[in-house]
């Protein structure tokens, strides 16, 4: 009896070690594969972050460059004609992208130069964009260039302005007391010029 008893202990006793050491290898081994799983995973993260990058660093956005060509097209909307003329890059657009430049544009459309405006310009826009080439377009209507002056009375004598009514060509010495209350009255809304031709001739009429 005492035999059984003995053989039964033995028994139990080795099913618990057998048991313990499977749980510890177990343990073990599920340790050892979530720390292979993690360094995976971070492998696999740092090969994605140097990837990403290498995309960023290839998406390169162009700009205007010193050796990039500059093409400037003028369309006459009148006459349906186009010219093309190409241009040194102006130093004030070098760095620029296609966004820089279109605001370029507006600003410029904004605030017209004075021969701009006497020529007819009506927009001005970006056709195409790339490091190295740049296509701008100029259209105009040349039948809105009918009158190149403008005059009015300031500061009680005649001022010749160009068509754009705020740039001075011209500060006369003819005071408006020395005009009939009909050319007065038609200076004080403004009176469109030609050319100069017809202006000098307008003048010459106030001064005698």
Not at 48 to 54: F, Q, S, T
Not at 107 to 119: A, F, H, K, L, T
Not at 192 to 206: A, H, M, R
């Amino acid at each position: 009896m005492k035999r059984i008893y003995v053989i039964i202990s033995g028994f139990f006793s080795l099913t618990i070690i057998f048991t313990l050491c499977f749980y510890l290898s177990y343990t073990a081994a599920l340790k050892q594969f979530n720390r292979n799983a993690n360094e995976m995973n971070m492998l696999s993260v740092k090969s994605d972050v140097g990837e990403y990058a290498k995309t960023v660093d290839t998406a390169k956005i162009d700009t205007i460059n010193p050796f990039t060509n500059i093409v400037i097209e003028q369309y006459d909307i009148a006459t349906n004609t186009t010219t093309t003329t190409n241009q040194n890059v102006k130093e004030e657009l070098l760095g620029y992208t296609r966004e820089d430049l279109a605001l370029y544009c507006e600003r410029y459309m904004r605030n017209i130069p004075v021969d701009e405006q006497s020529q007819g310009l009506i927009s001005f826009k970006v056709e195409s964009f790339s490091e190295n080439k740049v296509v701008l377009r100029k259209s105009y209507n040349s039948k809105n260039t009918q009158y190149k002056f403008y005059m009015a009375i300031q500061n009680g004598f005649i001022t010749v302005f160009y068509i754009d009514k705020k740039t001075v060509f011209e500060y006369t010495n003819i005071d408006m007391k020395d005009l009939p209350q009909e050319e007065i009255d038609k200076l004080y809304v403004g009176v469109y010029v030609k050319d100069e031709q017809e202006l000098y001739t307008i003048l010459e009429g106030y001064s005698s």
